[in-house]
């Protein structure tokens, strides 16, 4: 990471605004870009495909925001390796507000230091960290059609089938929990990686894999139609809005808790005006009855956060990962 770089450069930055005879020129003009905000088409950066769970998530958010704000917010899917296209793309954007990321910062931005050897961006300063939405977990699921209705079970079939044994997986948390699994019952599935969750699911239900860890929105109706069966959470409790799954712990595996928090952020150096003004609009989203029926709908539970919430939660995050990367033994790409 590059933290020290771009945070002694903020800090010079910062004491040169405190002088006098420039700091009254600055405020005046962060103002006006203040009370013009947006003066143009926002764009939402999704990391996954159309369609997929977070491509649903982030399009609620959108839409509410473009109510809110009175605006035209379009969404713009920037799939790929792991969320690390989409991120940096937002990283390196124009500090103007009009392109923000709504994304699941725990697997985006906190895990990006270990899954990839060289970043293009800073995790923690290459952004203004906005708000908090809401927390869910990954699910572990397996076809409907393998008699296994267990953690136990599921550890015993692996367990005969040595390495042709395989999971399929889509994002950093699919592969923590995966490995970490793998880890904890000395296993040797095999982790096939996919560029999209729709290969993977089809792939899952035809038998071809073993199971997989993926994002309860995404699956939630295979699951209640019957044509996958869930048998943990990746976060170590039940989630309040998925009570008939049960946590990590309670299924059998130990010292295992990832939660996929999502959260709000624009490029670095966006004015402050602007950050003030998404942080209380989507601090009145996060708490609005059709959000919190919505996050219930699709297995999340409501986290609400304001700036400096979500940058304390990003910086203890990113610590997390530092441990599950070492556990389940990822090497970066």
């Known amino acids: ?24 020129s600055f405020a005046s003009g962060a103002r006006a870009q203040g009370a013009a905000y947006p003066d143009g088409i926002i764009k939402a950066i999704c990391p996954f495909p159309p369609g997929s769970g977070a491509d649903v998530k982030i399009r609620f958010y959108s839409n509410k925001l473009a109510e809110k704000l009175n605006a035209t917010v379009i969404v713009e ?32 931005l906190a895990s990006a230091p270990y899954f990839f050897k060289t970043l293009k961006f800073d995790p923690i300063n290459d952004f203004e960290h906005i708000a908090l939405l809401s927390f869910s977990a990954f699910v572990m699921c397996v076809s409907s059609a393998k008699p296994i209705y267990s953690v136990a079970e599921l550890t015993e079939y692996l367990r005969k089938k040595g390495p042709s044994a395989s999971y399929g997986s889509v994002a950093p948390t699919s592969i923590a929990f995966g490995e970490t699994y793998k880890l904890r019952f000395g296993l040797e599935a095999e982790n096939v990686k996919y560029k999209e969750q729709g290969q993977l699911i089809i792939d899952l239900i035809n038998g071809s894999l073993d199971f997989t860890c993926i994002d309860i929105i995404t699956v939630a109706g295979l699951i209640k139609d019957g044509q996958l069966r869930p048998l943990a959470m990746s976060s170590a409790e039940r989630l309040k809005s998925v009570p008939d799954i049960p946590g990590a712990a309670e299924a059998g595996i130990p010292g295992l808790d990832i939660k996929n928090w999502w959260s709000v952020h624009v490029p670095a150096k966006t004015p402050k005006p602007i950050c003030d003004r998404l942080e209380a609009v989507f601090g009145e989203i996060a708490v609005e009855p059709d959000t919190l029926k919505f996050l219930t709908d699709n297995g999340s539970d409501p986290m609400v956060g304001d700036a400096k919430a979500t940058r304390e939660l990003l910086i203890k995050d990113t610590e997390s990962w530092r441990e599950y990367a070492r556990i389940a033994r990822i090497e970066p790409i």
């Open 77 to 108: 899917n920037r799939p790929g390796a792991l969320g690390y296209i989409a991120t940096e793309y937002v990283a390196r954007s124009k500090p103007d507000g009009l392109t923000i990321y709504i994304a699941p910062g725990s697997s985006m």
């Open 1 to 24: 990471m590059q933290n020290g770089r771009n945070l002694n450069r903020r800090d010079i930055l910062s004491g040169a605004l405190g002088v006098a005879t420039i700091a009254p």
